[in-house]
């Protein structure tokens, strides 16, 4: 293996790898960013098919076909070398599902987006056909979704009209329940665009009943059926029926052209405009494909394979796809309860019905007990104690484990003294900590030169990387991530209308950052928007509220902090905005409310921690915080307790025979817990949260701060 110099990202053809979107027999397709910022899927063929002359061939003429087409309803290819060691081609990269994944997820399409979905096909292909090409593998796979139409992709196996010299006769080429019967008769070199046509009919039978028309099961079986049977219609709208029965004629001289289709469905009514052509669970897809575009970063120093395959990028610090969280009843098999259920085999008890004295750990707490986030350090100490408290009672416990508090007082060098002795320290097997963003990036050599595990529980800068620190793992979303709840609900509430972007300078690279993502992300997703910057020295929002009363936005996403976050709100209100009011994190504090009074109510804010009094799973942890404690839990407290069992669940799973710090360090990064607050888990490869786990909305009522939860409930609520 020979690595790239520090620092310099992995390339292809000028394009910096963000990350690796998926793999197929003949190559792999990475997501890429070109010298101007356009982002793009990079199409790498392995090296044991570039150097076969008749792949070659292949590839070059995937290449020449693609770039004949211009339509909006195809993806286009800007960019490619076809002679290189490594082939490769670039395509605009579409973040929306194929209609395979949107219908397998949330079932057939309505009449009126299938419609759309036709007619938007039709003009593609005749597009294509005009061009001399047929595509031979229409499919729902081949098909991607976005928010302002489909786009038909692969041109891997088109074939110009007056090429025979590759298709053999006899070759079936094309995808099983989608191509026509001369295709499964094997006549290729025979093909033109009726085959296309038939394809499509399969495509529009499959997207309004969930099942291709002529079945499932043994490819031979599919094949015969293709080509004898009628297709199964019973359950297509009767509005399109007709039409997708003229497409699926044995016939191909009886099909209509693509043209002919484009005007019978004009018949029907124009398509629909925007993302309206698509029902709201997969627009709510697409825009939370589309957010996954906030996590992008550079991509860190990256190895070639020594055999000449393509770089293989380290998984992207900050991606962030939507999956499910799931929340647990405390008492009911969530959070520490489930131990007992998933202890080891005779661990409790020996030979002649004694107990086995489970082994012990020490678990760190590194913390700002004293410093200027005390509260937050210590709220984390005391999740950590009622979790240890609650194991230990336990007599069919996996472990007994220990607890070592330090404080690092918020400073730096506190910070550094603070993971000495905790690696010092040969009984403590895992460290809970840092508080803060500052500490964490000082102390996190020493923990990773040490191989100590160390699980972040309120930090949420991405410069401390899971990725290039093997001990570290994040266990909440970073700053970055916070934007996709936003975007979420704008997707779902305020579309097609236009949202402004508010860049507090005064936020520092908070703002930038986060305004940046989401400004990229909202292009991806069809969401408009515009950014209106206020400089860190301006005193009051007049200008900025100006800005945005001028653009004639609905929705208003603001990036700075609380005091200036007060500012703006009231200045807004003062102006008579009624629209959307949207801001993060650090807008959750006493100081938002205080300052803005009554302009405060009514804003939504993201977050990456719970309210453990407001969280139905994290009741009897509140209950218990109460009793112990005297008071509420504070911020990230639950989540700290969760952290606990996240560790203990991993020394269950080694054994005590095989548990040291690598061991867990590797094992963390494999092990999925259940826990309070979400279900925890890591990006394969590295210690960076399954993306879109652990975030959550409040909205400001009656000036408090009320906990929404989990925000893919809240917005859809």
């Not at 809970?432 to 100590?452: E, F, H, K, N, V």
């Amino acid at each position: 293996m020979i690595p790239l110099r520090s620092g310099d990202p992995a390339r292809i053809g000028g394009y910096r790898l963000l990350g690796r979107l998926g793999a197929g027999g003949m190559g792999v397709v990475y997501l890429g960013r070109s010298p101007g910022g356009a982002l793009v899927a990079l199409k790498v063929i392995q090296t044991e098919y570039a150097h076969d002359p008749q792949f070659r061939a292949r590839f070059r003429r995937e290449v020449t076909a693609a770039r004949r087409i211009n339509t909006p309803w195809a993806a286009t290819v800007p960019d490619a070398d076809t002679d290189s060691d490594t082939p490769w081609l670039a395509t605009t990269y579409i973040p929306g599902p194929s209609l395979t994944e949107a219908i397998t997820t949330h079932g057939p399409l309505p009449h009126t987006t299938t419609h759309t979905l036709a007619t938007t096909l039709a003009q593609a292909l005749h597009t294509i056909h005009q061009a001399g090409l047929i595509h031979r593998d229409v499919k729902p796979a081949n098909i991607l979704l976005a928010p302002n139409g489909p786009r038909l992709i692969d041109f891997g196996i088109a074939r110009a009209l007056d090429d025979t010299a590759i298709t053999a006769r006899d070759a079936v080429i094309g995808s099983p329940g989608y191509l026509s019967p001369e295709q499964a008769l094997g006549r290729g070199p025979e093909l033109g665009p009726p085959s296309d046509i038939f394809s499509l009919g399969c495509v529009l039978a499959y997207a309004t009943t969930g099942r291709p028309p002529f079945g499932t099961g043994p490819v031979a079986a599919m094949l015969f059926r293709t080509v004898h049977d009628t297709a199964d219609l019973t359950r297509v709208p009767e509005e399109l029926r007709p039409l997708i029965e003229a497409c699926l004629d044995k016939d191909p001289e009886r099909r209509p052209t693509a043209a002919e289709l484009g005007r019978r469905l004009a018949d029907g009514g124009p398509p629909a405009e925007g993302t309206r052509w698509l029902p709201r669970p997969v627009a709510q897809l697409i825009a939370e494909r589309s957010a996954e575009l906030l996590a992008l970063a550079d991509v860190p120093p990256t190895v070639v394979g020594a055999a000449g395959g393509a770089p293989e990028p380290r998984p992207a610090r900050r991606r962030f796809l939507a999956v499910a969280s799931g929340g647990a009843v405390l008492a009911a098999g969530g959070g520490l309860g489930v131990w007992a259920a998933s202890r080891p085999d005779g661990g409790g008890g020996a030979g002649g019905g004694g107990r086995r004295t489970p082994p012990r750990w020490t678990v760190g707490v590194h913390a700002d007990l004293t410093g200027g986030q005390a509260a937050a350090g210590t709220a984390q100490r005391r999740g950590a104690e009622l979790a240890v408290e609650h194991l230990n009672a336990r007599a069919d416990r996996p472990v007994t484990l220990a607890l070592k508090v330090l404080d690092d007082r918020g400073a730096l060098g506190g910070a550094r003294t603070v993971a000495e002795r905790m690696a010092a320290d040969p009984t403590v097997i895992a460290v809970i900590g840092p508080t803060t963003d500052a500490t964490c990036a000082a102390s996190i050599g020493t923990y990773d030169r040490q191989g100590l595990p160390l699980l972040s529980v309120s930090v949420g800068t991405a410069e401390v990387s899971p990725v290039e620190h093997t001990s570290y793992l994040q266990t909440r979303p970073d700053d970055d991530g916070l934007g996709l709840p936003l975007l979420s609900y704008l997707a779902l509430r305020t579309r097609p209308h236009r949202t402004a972007l508010v860049d507090d300078r005064a936020a520092g690279d908070y703002s930038w950052h986060l305004m940046r993502s989401m400004a990229t992300a909202m292009r991806g997703g069809d969401l408009p928007s515009v950014t209106v910057t206020v400089p860190a020295d301006a005193r009051d929002f007049g200008r900025a509220v100006d800005e945005v009363r001028q653009s004639g936005v609905r929705a208003v996403v603001f990036g700075g902090l609380a005091p200036r976050a007060a500012l703006f709100a009231r200045e807004l209100a003062s102006a008579g905005f009624t629209g959307a009011r949207l801001a993060t994190q650090p807008v959750i504090d006493t100081a938002f409310p205080k300052r803005a009074g009554e302009a405060a109510n009514g804003w939504l804010l993201s977050s990456a921690f719970t309210d453990a009094t407001a969280l139905p799973a994290a009741r009897p942890f509140a209950a218990a915080h109460r009793k112990r404690y005297g008071s509420a839990p504070g911020r990230y407290a639950v989540e700290a307790y969760d952290v606990v069992g996240l560790i203990a669940q991993t020394l269950r799973e080694l054994g005590p025979q095989n548990v040291d710090r690598e061991a867990v360090a590797r094992r963390l990064r494999a092990v999925r817990y259940r826990g309070i607050t979400k279900t925890y888990g890591f990006e394969r490869g590295n210690g960076s949260l399954t993306p879109g786990t652990g975030l959550f909305l409040y909205r400001v009522e009656k000036g408090r701060f009320r906990f929404l939860g989990d925000y893919r409930t809240a917005t859809r609520a």
